[in-house]
């Protein structure tokens, strides 16, 4: 089946620490492959997306790429903030005769400390 | 452009009662999805509705129904409430065009609490 995982939280640092958060993958087919990022009390907001293996998808200083050959797609920024705290989800999303769904992980709750 | 729209934002029910969540999508686009988000389950698809018609469902009960009207404004009912059924409802729309793939905007969320 399809399935995401993600590194278990809750994570917590410092700012301007560097950030990793593993994600990985099952799928069949080829799937694209989303951050989503939910801030207390809110929906989700797309953070960066990659549509095709060795694609870079950055946003706000976050980054990911999509590695086919280790089914990764593991987010990366260099300097965290304080703003940056909230539950970070990694997604795959795959179209069957038109209809798309997303698949998610579990979440993982980053807490960035002054 | 305005987001994804989601009433009402919070609800309460009791078991057994029924519960109607409205969405609308962003203008100009075609397809609503919703997800259901619990503690314990993650975020899970419910269903997508385009050109007024379901085009995947996941696992849930047929509790959970759907609609969605001419205008792409979706509705989502859950009839004979459960304790379980608590939860962040999500909506999200997506424009429906020649991509392939084709990213998904989330709107607030409808938090029900069913007691």
């Known amino acids: 089946g399809n399935s995401v995982t993600q590194m278990e939280g809750p994570v917590t640092l410092s700012e301007e620490a560097f950030l990793t958060i593993n994600c990985t993958y099952t799928?069949?087919?080829?799937?694209?492959l989303f951050w989503y990022v939910q801030y207390p009390g809110e929906g989700l907001q797309l953070l960066l997306k990659?549509?095709?293996?060795?694609d870079k998808g950055s946003n706000k200083g976050f980054e990911a790429t999509y590695r086919k050959e280790t089914t990764s797609f593991h987010l990366e920024k260099g300097s965290v903030q304080v703003s940056d705290s909230a539950v970070y989800f990694c997604?795959?999303?795959?179209?069957?005769?038109?209809?798309?769904?997303?698949?998610f992980g579990q979440g993982t709750r980053l807490t960035i400390n002054p | 452009k305005a987001g994804v729209t989601q009433t009402p934002r919070y609800l309460i029910k009791t078991r057994g009662q029924q519960v109607t969540l409205s969405c609308s999508p962003i203008?100009?686009?075609?397809?609503v999805s919703w997800y259901q988000q619990t503690p314990g389950q993650g975020l899970q698809f419910l269903f997508e509705?385009?050109?007024?018609?379901?085009?995947n469902k996941g696992n849930f009960p047929g509790r959970f129904s759907g609609r969605q009207f001419s205008n792409s404004r979706s509705e989502m009912n859950v009839s004979t409430l459960e304790l379980g059924d608590s939860a962040l409802y999500l909506c999200?729309?997506?424009?429906?065009?020649?991509?392939?793939?084709?990213?998904?905007?989330f709107g607030p969320g409808t938090r029900l609490l069913v007691l």
């Open positions: 999200a729309s997506r424009r429906v065009g020649l991509a392939a793939q084709e990213t998904q905007y």
């Open positions: 799928a069949t087919g080829y799937p694209s």
């Open positions: 990659a549509t095709k293996a060795d």
């Open positions: 997604a795959l999303s795959l179209v069957i005769q038109g209809a798309q769904k997303l698949v």
């Open positions: 203008s100009g686009h075609r397809s």
């Open positions: 509705y385009f050109s007024e018609t379901q085009r």
